[in-house]
């Protein structure tokens, strides 16, 4: 079973930036893609970006141009920089891993405690 830890979730104000970081445990990670997800108050989970095995990312219309998914095999962690913030990026974020089929992001049912990131108007 993958553990996963969030991380660098704070409180922003709009305009400004956040990177949020996620520590994996297990082996699987290299061979995982890895995705970031959010939830805010109210609302269901919703997919925000990921990153496959070998780099390739993808990434919610949401945020394309402010958010960039990026993973560090040697330290088993994948990074979400999140600039140009919003108010309506509020939310718990959490990361994830799963397999990358086709256009698909298929995830695996483990998470982590997630990180908050609330920005301000």
């Known amino acids: 079973q993958v553990q996963l830890v969030e991380s660098g979730g704070d409180l922003v104000q709009a305009g400004g930036s956040l990177r949020l970081s996620c520590a994996a445990s297990?082996?699987?990670?290299?061979?995982?893609?890895m995705a970031w997800h959010r939830q805010a108050p109210g609302k269901q989970r919703e997919l925000v970006a990921v990153?496959?095995?070998?780099?390739?990312?993808n990434y919610a219309d949401s945020v394309k141009g402010r958010f960039t998914i990026s993973r560090d095999n040697a330290k088993n962690s994948v990074y979400l920089q999140m600039n140009s913030l919003k108010p309506e990026d509020t939310a718990v974020y959490y990361c994830?891993?799963?397999?990358?089929?086709?256009?698909?992001?298929?995830?695996?049912?483990?998470w982590g405690q997630g990180t908050q990131v609330t920005v301000s108007s």
């Open positions: 297990g082996s699987i990670f290299r061979i995982s893609a």
């Open positions: 994830n891993t799963g397999r990358w089929v086709g256009s698909t992001y298929y995830q695996n049912n483990n």
């Open positions: 990153i496959t095995s070998g780099g390739s990312t």
